[in-house]
């Protein structure tokens, strides 16, 4: 299949009629994820400027599925739904006061910047009508702007209906008469609709949207969601990078006023066109299979032409289309691609005979759907950005960029005190806010809370960790809770490796005694160098007798550790072991590495290696997040984690596959159930309480979980209960991506703040039971805080206990000997669904649902 017919089984050919302008504006992001051969180690953890007098390029529309807000020409999607969802008011324990009180206060400066406005201030709202009616969008706004009632003042109008004005006009209906060009009378009828507040979604959205025009005044170009600054690149020549420093900015209403949240952010661009890459590759590869490779490596890639500034993402590759193919313009006219650049950006193309890139344009309220939007992009203008798989996994590169992307605290807070220095200083900006009665004021400080540390139970003995970023010294002389005994299992491996799979083993066996698992030798079978064969030998000698299967791969290629997991969680449900043979050739890392095997090992097979106390009895948790399956486009693959005993070390998971935008709920009544049956038989009682920390959340997705995950969840404890006693409830929603930061002053500078600090008020919103917490220890950089929303809460637990009881979660993590930024059935989900969206694609057997066979 040619390039033009998948592009027509996926729906982006160039149909006729659809607008195939080249350059259009398209904001993308990109996003991938490595494999982890080596399955143990630390977890992660747009157009021209206009006079003063023209209309600004944005406009406001409400629709049933909440306010948004955006740029002509699809420059700004913001979705704000989220900010009409209220559930704190349907909380009574936390209407007057959702502030815990343990813990040591700490004073903590934040990247929050206060709003400076008149106490009265307000946003006001007219509808504009137009007699005789008008078509023309920029007709219309030709004619408000430039009425003598409007001209240079501050206002803004959507080209529809919509004005917005900074003062409220003399009467409730002002009516205005102008002419047009022809000399025809046209009068507008000017209705007041809405006084608005400083808090209403409405005068959020344009607070965000007048920023955005501020960070342009400061010529800062708009990638994506954040700013950037071109003129300033951070070069990286010998891998040919550059790194453009720019910033992210939102508005919104916090607990007591509104505040600018504002963070430094980077963009890493290759100094490499797409056609460079593909010359590069066509060198390299077989002829023949050019085409195919190309298209592995480009689609679903994001680039960006630096002519505009824009982003793209690659949808396909139109190899019959060259740049001196002509297309046609808006106005009628036909023009090739090659006198396009020319005439529009002064750019000459020197490769006439390179194919096209295609990019679907995802534009929202188009009627007719049957006739994709899609622009040609020119290879030769086309830059790629992020980092490819061979980039990450190289140690010297992602030091580099770390030094430049992992800001310390007072780095971050002196960029961020230059940015607002800058606005101050900049007669363009501060005009831009001082038209609306805008001042951006100074950064917030505020009161967190430091909650003490955790002790670590083991079999017998417990330990004070002397670092809560890893504990794995402390513990190394204790022996784990409970696993059993490892004496049933195989080793599969190449001839070579024989060598380094008997010393992994013996070490094994070396470190499981003091931790008391028992390891057993193993049946060790040797297999061909080629990835078909381990597959082969595992068919012909895996029985479900067998507790584990341990493969040493000879190197790091995808599909060999993609067929191997594909195989033990499909078709003969064991719990497997990757580990890469490189990783095994450090001698002097060997017992390091087999202790963390282990304690994988361990886990796989049922075992506890550790808990934390706690008060609450008969508490089942449970964690749910929501990917994206790697292959199977238009497909999410939800995993669901909970726990099984009253000691939150052992675990029921399930994973299900569906189709994209169908809701999670539909499958989430499914997983419940098996996990209530789960916890019944185990406990021979049902939970008392269930708490339900919900990952992968997007934005805009909040009240779909509101409206529709908690009545499901809910349906099915009240079954079960069966109307008599049903476990009580509570949902929370975890965001590991915040713009919020926090950090502490010592010795006359900025730190991350301790491991434990809590921040629930002044930088939580007032509608919802909402608080961060730091529950990691950041090497380098500046912390990252979680955002916990408490959406639903029946089990009216104090806020202090529902903060001490996440931080507890995020201790019993069995991957890493440390604390982690989420609970960790969220991160068990995550792992769950990681493993299946990128390596298995199918819903694995649920005979391994007892077990943490994805670890």
Not at 293 to 317: A, F, H, P, Q, W
Not at 824 to 837: D, E, H, I, N, R
Request: glycine share 6%.
């Amino acid at each position: 299949m040619n390039g033009r017919a998948r592009a027509k089984a996926r729906g982006v050919y160039r149909g006729e009629g659809a607008f195939q302008q080249p350059g259009s504006p398209r904001a993308g992001y990109s996003g991938s994820s490595d494999l982890l051969a080596l399955e143990s180690g630390r977890e992660g953890g747009n157009g021209r400027t206009r006079d003063g007098n023209s209309p600004p390029k944005f406009g406001f529309s409400a629709g049933s599925s909440g306010y948004k807000v955006m740029e002509r020409g699809g420059k700004i999607r913001c979705n704000f739904a989220d900010m009409g969802v209220n559930t704190r008011e349907k909380m009574e324990h936390v209407k007057d006061s959702k502030t815990g009180c343990s813990g040591i206060p700490v004073k903590v400066v934040t990247n929050l910047f206060g709003l400076n406005m008149p106490r009265e201030w307000q946003l006001y709202q007219y509808h504009v009508k137009f007699n005789p009616e008008l078509e023309s969008k920029r007709l219309k706004s030709a004619l408000l702007y430039n009425h003598p009632d409007f001209k240079g003042k501050p206002m803004v109008f959507d080209g529809v209906s919509t004005l917005f004005l900074a003062h409220k006009q003399e009467n409730q209906v002002t009516e205005l008469s102008c002419e047009t060009r022809r000399s025809e009378t046209v009068k507008m009828i000017i209705t007041l609709n809405h006084q608005l507040q400083s808090s209403s979604p409405v005068s959020i959205q344009f607070l965000n949207v007048t920023f955005k025009k501020v960070l342009k005044k400061l010529s800062m170009h708009q990638i994506g969601r954040n700013f950037y600054n071109p003129s300033d690149p951070v070069e990286i020549p010998q891998h040919k990078l550059s790194l453009w420093p720019g910033f992210s900015m939102s508005v919104g209403q916090y607990e007591n006023r509104v505040m600018v949240c504002a963070d430094v952010s980077h963009k890493v661009l290759r100094n490499e066109s797409v056609l460079e890459f593909m010359t590069s590759l066509y060198q390299n590869v077989d002829r023949a299979r050019f085409a195919e490779m190309c298209e592995k490596e480009l689609v679903g890639l994001i680039v960006l032409t630096r002519y505009n500034n824009k982003t793209y993402r690659v949808d396909d590759i139109e190899w019959s289309v060259k740049p001196t193919d002509s297309f046609e313009k808006r106005d009628g006219t036909r023009i090739s691609y090659k006198d396009y650049y020319k005439q529009q950006y002064d750019l000459v193309l020197t490769d006439l005979n390179q194919p096209l890139l295609v990019s679907q344009l995802k534009i929202k309220g188009r009627k007719n759907i049957d006739k994709p939007c899609v622009v040609h992009l020119v290879p030769e203008l086309c830059y790629m950005t992020g980092l490819s798989s061979h980039a990450k996994s190289n140690f010297h590169l992602m030091k580099a960029l770390a030094q430049e992307t992992h800001l310390s605290p007072e780095s971050r807070h002196q960029r961020l005190s230059r940015l607002a220095d800058n606005i101050q200083r900049n007669k363009d900006a501060r005009l831009e806010l001082e038209n609306w009665g805008l001042q951006l004021g100074c950064q917030a400080s505020l009161t967190g809370r430091v909650v003490p540390s955790e002790k670590i139970l083991m079999q017998s003995e417990m330990c004070m960790p002397m670092n809560a970023g890893d504990w794995l010294r402390d513990m190394r002389n204790m022996k784990i809770i409970k696993v059993p005994p490892l004496e049933n299992w195989m080793v599969v491996c190449i001839h070579r490796n024989m060598d380094l799979t008997h010393d992994l083993v013996n070490c094994l066996r070396r470190v499981g005694g003091p931790m008391g698992f028992r390891i057993e030798y193993p049946r060790v079978v040797q297999v061909p160098d080629s990835p078909l064969a381990f597959v082969r030998i595992l068919q012909q000698h895996v029985n479900p007798e067998q507790q584990l299967v341990m493969c040493v791969l000879p190197s790091d290629q995808k599909d060999c550790y993609d067929s191997v997991k594909k195989f033990m969680s499909l078709e003969q449900p064991v719990p497997s072991q990757c580990v890469l043979a490189r990783t095994l050739s450090k001698q002097r890392m060997m017992m390091s590495v087999a202790t963390k095997i282990a304690l994988q090992i361990a886990c796989k097979l049922g075992g506890e290696l550790w808990a934390v106390e706690i008060p609450l009895k008969s508490l089942m948790v449970v964690g749910i997040d929501v990917n994206k399956d790697a292959v199977a486009k238009g497909t999410s693959v939800v995993g669901f984690v909970a726990s099984t005993n009253t000691s939150i070390t052992r675990w029921y998971s399930h994973c299900v596959i569906q189709k994209a935008g169908t809701i999670t709920a539909d499958c989430l009544k499914v997983c419940m159930e098996g996990a209530i049956n789960k916890w019944q038989r185990c406990n021979g009682e049902l939970p008392a309480r269930v708490i339900v920390y919900r990952d992968g959340v997007g934005d805009g997705q909040l009240r779909m979980v509101v409206d529709y995950e908690v009545p499901q969840l809910l349906s099915v404890l009240n079954e079960c209960g069966g109307g008599v006693r049903r476990p009580k409830l509570s949902m929370v929603v975890v965001r590991k991506k915040t713009l919020c930061r926090f950090f502490t002053e010592a010795n006359r500078s900025l730190q991350n703040p301790p491991v434990g600090t809590i921040i629930d008020m002044e930088a939580t919103r007032p509608e919802w039971y909402d608080f961060f917490l730091v529950s990691q220890h950041a090497r380098q950089g500046s912390v990252n805080p979680t955002y916990y929303n408490v959406i639903y809460d029946d089990n009216g637990l104090k806020p202090d206990h529902m903060q001490r009881l996440t931080y507890k979660l995020c201790h019993l993590y069995f991957n890493w000997t440390g604390l982690i930024r989420v609970p960790a059935p969220c991160q068990y989900a995550s792992k769950l669904t990681f493993l299946v969206g990128q390596s298995i694609h199918r819903e694995p057997s649920l005979e391994l649902a007892d077990k943490l066979y994805y670890l």
